[in-house]
Each structure stands twice: as C-alpha cells, then as structure tokens.
T-cell receptor
Framework: ETGVTQTPRHLVMGMTNKKSLKCEQH?????MYWYKQSAKKPLELMFV???????ENNSVPSRFSPECPNSSHLFLHLHTLQPEDSALYLC????????????????FGPGTRLTVL | GESVGLHLPTLSVQEGDNSIINCAYS??????FIWYKQESGKGPQFIID?????DKRQGQRVTVLLNKTVKHLSLQIAATQPGDSAVYFC?????????????FGTGTRLTVIP
C-alpha cells in the first residue's frame, strides 16, 4: 500500500445528489492532489493543496468543490454532476517542498470509481 | 502544443523477455520525469524517476533512459514477469519549485504472455 487511502472505492449517484469523496494520507506529506482519470485520456490534474491552501485549480467546474481541513485529509464535494463526470478520481500526496533541482514524488491512492446516472 | 505522449498504446511481450516502453515529451523546460505503473483497480504506483541532469537511472529490474536532445524517455523492464502486466505512464514535472504539477501521457498497456 502507498499510505494514501480513499473512500468510498465505488460510488453511484444521480445528477441531483450531493456526495463527498475522502482521501487520507499517512505519509506526513504537506501537499495533496485530486486527479480525474477517464478512459483513454491522460490523467487530469484538478486541484492542488499545499499546506492546506489551494494552489492550483485547473478550470474545474464549480460542481466539484475541494476541501482540505488539514494536511492529512482531502475531500472532494460533488453536487449536481453530469454523466460525463463518471470517471476514476485519484488522490495523491507529496512532501510538497520542492527546491530547484530537487524532486517531489507523488504517491497515489487506489481511487474512487464514480458513476453518475 | 505541449504534450506528453506515448509511441504505442499497447505492448505484448513474452515472459522473460525485456520490455521497452517509450514516451515523448515536448516541453524542454521539464526537469523531472517519473514512470508510474497502474494495475487494474489500483492507483498509479511510482516505479522510478529521473532528473534532467541525468541520462540514465537504474532500479530493480527497471532502467529509465532520458534523451533530452530528442525529448524522449524510455522505461526498460528486464526479464518481464506476469506481474508486470499493467498500464505504464510517464509524467513530466514542469514546475521547478513549489507546487508539483505532473503532466501525464495516455499510458501504454503492457501484456506479458506466459
């Protein structure tokens, strides 16, 4: 296991539902990430949090709302999703302190398979 | 445009043979590259990384080669085993400091034939 857990592993929801995805990392990292993985498309970075502050929001629709209450937990709140939002949602974490010439490897959780009906 | 891509979407190899998975990138400012392995039902798993000041790095049964002249990255797996069957992604990091933004290719599916 990578030290990054996600719940639930599978989620089916209607377009009018509100649900939340949870991610927890046990690696002592300071940065956390949400990615969307659709079939036959590259992994898409959605949000980046560093020290609990959002530092990146890659033009994600407002029906996706992230929350990072502390450096170990990350949530993705879902509201009025569309069928095209069905995908695997991956959470990752990293040390988050990258200096010039250094590296900052991201470690991924198993993902939540989301189906929107 | 900027892209991280793979030459082949699928690769089949005989068990025991060596595998080579290729990746092309177009952003010359990228200074850090990672290979990930993703098995069915799991998230991407870190395999090996390389900084742009290196052209080769070896791990356990894996070697990553970086050719900055042609912006090409490859992953070599020695003595491929059935457990190596998975989708392999290369990723490039375009931020030199601070937040770590990875850009991924679409992946290559490696199938090992027993």
């Amino acid at each position: 296991e990578t030290g990054v857990t996600q719940t639930p592993r599978h989620l089916v929801m209607g377009m009018t539902n509100k649900k939340s995805l949870k991610c927890e990392q046990h690696l002592g990292h300071n940065a956390m990430y949400w990615y969307k993985q659709s079939a036959k498309k590259p992994l898409e970075l959605m949000f980046v949090y560093s020290l609990e502050e959002r530092v990146e929001n890659n033009s994600v629709p407002s029906r996706f709302s992230p929350e990072c209450p502390n450096s170990s937990h990350l949530f993705l709140h879902l509201h009025t999703l569309q069928p095209e939002d069905s995908a695997l949602y991956l959470c990752a974490s990293s040390q988050g302190v990258r200096v010039l010439g250094g590296t900052d490897t991201q470690y991924f959780g198993p993902g939540t398979r989301l189906t929107v009906l | 445009g900027e892209s991280v891509g793979l030459h082949l979407p699928t690769l089949s190899v005989q068990e025991g043979d060596n595998s080579i998975i290729n990746c092309a990138y177009s952003n010359s400012a990228s200074d850090y590259f990672i290979w990930y392995k993703q098995e069915s039902g799991k998230g991407p798993q870190f395999i090996i990384d390389i900084r742009s000041n290196m052209d080769k790095r070896q791990g356990q049964r894996v070697t990553v080669l970086l050719n900055k002249t042609v912006k090409h990255l490859s992953l070599q797996i020695a003595a491929t085993q059935p457990g190596d069957s998975a989708v392999y992604f290369c990723a490039e990091n375009r931020h030199q400091t601070g937040a770590n933004n990875l850009f991924f290719g679409t992946g290559t599916r490696l199938t090992v034939i027993p």
